[in-house]
């Protein structure tokens, strides 16, 4: 399978034809809980998106089955982003090329103004728009956003060439400040961000990464060792 691009730098995955989830039953309470990742460099607390209800019940429905757990963060790139999901990850021998698994099938797109790409934002990877012109997303892969801070000068570069449109005067300041990656908005769905443990992102974006064939992957593993719902903090 052909590995996609995000811009000039890939985020991989296999993509499925059909639109079934694993039959795994969605309480009420469920979706008022937020995700405890635990990973080999520290805890990341993230908290999903009501306003994306199908990525959300999804990655709801894998968490409750402990997909991720033993996952790597199989594709890392510092001052863009950390991306996992892959369950080929599992028992992948060192140098392999990982980025193709996932269930089969994808999730529509859920594109939402009111979601950016800031710093921590938890959004689905997807296959490029030349095999996937309604932009469904992945069923596992996930990425975090680590990102870059922008002066305006870059902002209005990434409106002319990559967004065609204008970055919202807030949504400026935010990238000016904490930083992101704007050129992703609207173009990759957003379901959820990181609310406890950005310095944990930010640790995985700093490890050493392979240039070889397995571009971008850890020269050493990082693991997700479990993901597990808990009780939202008020």
Request: glycine share 8%.
């Amino acid at each position: 399978m052909q590995k996609l691009l995000l811009l000039i730098t890939a985020l991989c995955w296999g993509i499925g034809l059909s639109w079934a989830q694993p039959n795994v039953k969605i309480k009420k309470r469920d979706r008022k809980r937020d995700i405890e990742m635990v990973t080999t460099e520290g805890t990341i607390i993230l908290r999903l998106s009501d306003s994306t209800p199908l990525h959300r019940d999804n990655f709801l429905r894998l968490v409750k089955t402990h997909y991720y757990d033993s996952l790597l963060f199989h594709r890392v790139i510092q001052r863009f982003m950390i991306q996992g999901g892959d369950p080929d990850s599992k028992r992948a021998p060192a140098g392999k090329s990982l980025g193709d698994g996932g269930p089969t099938y994808t999730i529509p797109a859920e594109f939402n103004p009111a979601l950016f790409h800031k710093k921590g934002v938890l959004a689905a990877a997807r296959e490029g728009d030349d095999v996937n012109p309604q932009k469904a997303s992945s069923a596992s892969q996930f990425y975090i956003v680590q990102g870059k801070t922008f002066t305006d000068g870059a902002l209005d570069t990434v409106e002319v060439k990559r967004l065609k449109r204008k970055i919202p005067p807030a949504y400026r300041e935010v990238y000016k400040t904490t930083g992101g990656a704007p050129h992703l908005d609207m173009n990759y769905t957003i379901f959820g961000e990181v609310i406890q443990g950005l310095d944990v992102v930010d640790k995985i974006a700093a490890v050493p990464t392979s240039k070889g064939a397995d571009a971008d992957r850890p020269l050493k593993d990082v693991r997700i060792i479990s993901v597990k719902l808990i009780k939202r903090k008020k």
